[in-house]
Structures are given as structure tokens and as C-alpha cells.
């Protein structure tokens, strides 16, 4: 017996992943992922996306898909089902919808991913039966997923919820991939938090492990935070602050009942995030939601993506009339 399944597509500034759903069950049933950036790949994004998908569907027997869904970087143009001059990977701009839909035959909706993943949360995580959810991703960039009353927001273009570039800093001299100076995203992300490192680091005069700032990794940087080392301390306290006032500015803009945290940064580091949800009181004026670590874990966008393609939002149903 033929079984109905999604294609499901995360494409995130580092990985790009790829699930294939059992469309009733919404089990995942397979899945593949590859680097987003591969200085060796002369191919590009989507065209990788439909080779590695057609390799997991040639081993799945009995299986038909009939709807793809995407969750994306942005920003987005979302009536064209594109990402348009992205800061966090090396091909800027490129076309997914079309590419995807004239391949496989089968509608193709696309999100931006942290808003795939948020949608996730409502249908079949922590968001069920909830009408006002926040899914915010730490991780090589900053973003955001919102549900207000129920409805997802979108935006004119699929962007409104980029909270990776809120201004924490005004005076920052700070730049973030995007261009901008103060960003959220360009202060703390994973990919730009180096930048912090280098200029904490200049008024720093004791002993420390850290590396020249362009190679610290999120990795090396919180291993030595807990061993002790003192810059290592006073650039995670400073980080720390900006998350707390980060997450703050979400809670006073879009008043969740809850608020999910997910991304590489905020899974891999609970002690990290404990220590800035306890500052984030100080920066807020509604009243706190409940705090959780994403449902779904890593798989949150694909997961979200799945529901997307399973159950389409009204409002991105209207986009593609």
C-alpha cells in the first residue's frame, strides 16, 4: 500500500535538512542534511535539495509525496517563495518555490524557519491549545516565530518577525552581517559574537585561554566559561544581558503565554540560558510567559515545516492566490 509523505526542508545558515513525514502519522521516516555552505559545492542550495531528496525517496518503498514544505533563513519574498539577500549564507539570494514545485510536481509552501518552527510548537509541541507562542531560535543567526491570538504572524513579505536585528545597542559600533550596527543578531549569534569577543578583549588585561577572536567558536567559548576563565566569564555575563534584554523585547512587544527556545546556542547550553532568563524581569513590563526548550529539539524547523506543508496557515494560503 502506497503511503502519502511530505518533503519536509530546513534550510538553516549552517545545515540544510531534509525529512521525509508520513503524512498521517507525521512521523519522520528518513532523513539527510548537508553543509549550507560548502566552498567545494558548485551547486546550489536547491538544486542539492532536490538531488539529496530524490537519493532518500529511491530507498523509501511505497511512498508518494504530495506537498513540500520549507522553512528558511530569510528575509523572504513570500509571495515568490524566495530568500532575498541573505547575511548568513554565501549564495545571497535564491529561488525555492519555483524550483521545487517545477521538479516534483506537488505544492511547495515556504516560511521563513523560525515561523515554520513556531508553527510547530502550536500544531504538535508545547504550543498546543495555546493561542499566543513565541519560538525564538539562538543559534548561527537570531530569529523568531510569533503567534498572536491564535494567528501566525506574517508580514507583507513574509518578514515580521526578524528579531535578530531588534536594536539592542544604538551606540554600538558593532556591525551585524546585515549592514546594521547594534543588532541583537550581530551582538551575540553564533557567527557574529566573535565581533564581542574582539572588543571586550581589548580591555582586558589578565590571563585567559581564548584564542584570536576571529576563531572563537560558541563552543570553545562556553567550555571555557565553565572552567573558570575570567574574559571567558565577563564576555558570557555580557551576553547574558543582551539575551535577557533580547528576549525582554519580545515579551513587552508580543505578550506570549510562551515562549520557546530553540537553536544550537540555547539547546547545547541550558546553563547559559538559565543565567539570562533570570536577568530578563529586569528588562520587562507584561507579565512573564512560560519558558520552554523546544519540542522538537534540532528538528524543530523540519518538523514545523512538515506541519506547515500537512495543515497551511490561512494567511499563507492567501499569499499564493
Not at 105 to 126: H, K, Q
Amino acid at each position: 500500500m502506497v503511503r502519502k509523505a511530505i518533503i519536509s526542508v530546513d534550510i538553516g545558515a549552517t545545515r540544510t535538512r531534509i525529512g521525509i513525514y508520513d503524512y498521517n502519522r507525521m512521523e519522520l521516516l528518513k532523513r539527510a542534511e548537508f553543509a549550507t555552505n560548502d566552498p567545494e559545492e558548485s551547486r546550489g542550495i536547491v538544486e542539492r535539495i532536490i538531488a539529496r531528496t530524490r537519493e532518500i525517496l529511491e530507498v523509501l518503498e511505497e511512498i508518494k509525496p504530495i506537498a513540500i514544505g520549507v522553512g528558511t533563513i530569510g528575509p523572504l519574498d513570500l509571495e515568490k517563495g524566495m530568500v532575498v539577500s541573505s547575511p548568513n549564507v554565501t549564495e545571497k539570494t535564491f529561488e525555492i518555490k519555483g524550483p521545487l514545485e517545477l521538479f516534483f510536481g506537488i505544492p511547495t509552501f515556504v516560511l521563513n524557519d523560525c515561523v515554520a518552527a513556531a508553527y510547530g510548537e502550536l500544531m504538535g509541541g508545547y504550543g498546543k491549545g495555546k493561542k499566543n507562542i513565541v519560538y525564538v531560535t539562538l543559534s548561527t543567526g537570531i530569529g523568531a516565530g510569533v503567534v498572536v491570538d491564535g494567528e501566525l504572524l506574517l508580514g507583507k513579505d513574509g518578514n515580521a518577525h526578524e528579531i535578530g536585528h531588534l536594536v539592542l545597542s544604538y551606540g554600538s559600533d558593532i556591525q551585524c552581517g546585515c549592514g546594521g550596527f547594534g543588532h541583537w543578531e550581530g551582538l551575540s549569534s553564533g557567527k557574529n559574537l566573535w565581533k564581542l569577543v574582539e572588543k571586550l578583549k581589548r580591555d582586558y588585561s589578565g590571563k585567559t585561554q581564548l584564542s584570536s577572536s576571529e576563531s572563537v567558536s560558541p563552543e570553545n567559548l562556553f567550555a571555557l566559561w565553565r572552567k573558570g576563565d575570567q574574559l571567558a566569564s565577563i564576555i558570557i555575563d555580557e551576553l547574558s544581558m543582551i539575551n535577557a534584554a533580547g528576549i525582554a523585547s519580545v515579551i513587552n512587544a508580543y505578550d506570549p503565554e510562551l515562549l520557546v527556545l530553540g537553536g544550537s546556542i540555547a539547546l547545547k547550553n541550558q546553563d547559559f540560558v538559565r543565567q539570562f532568563l533570570e536577568m530578563v524581569p529586569r528588562y520587562t513590563i507584561n507579565r512573564l510567559p512560560d519558558f520552554k526548550l523546544a519540542y522538537y529539539g534540532e528538528d524543530s524547523v523540519l518538523a514545523g515545516a512538515a506541519w506547515i506543508a500537512r495543515k497551511p496557515p490561512k494567511k499563507l494560503l492567501e499569499t499564493m492566490i
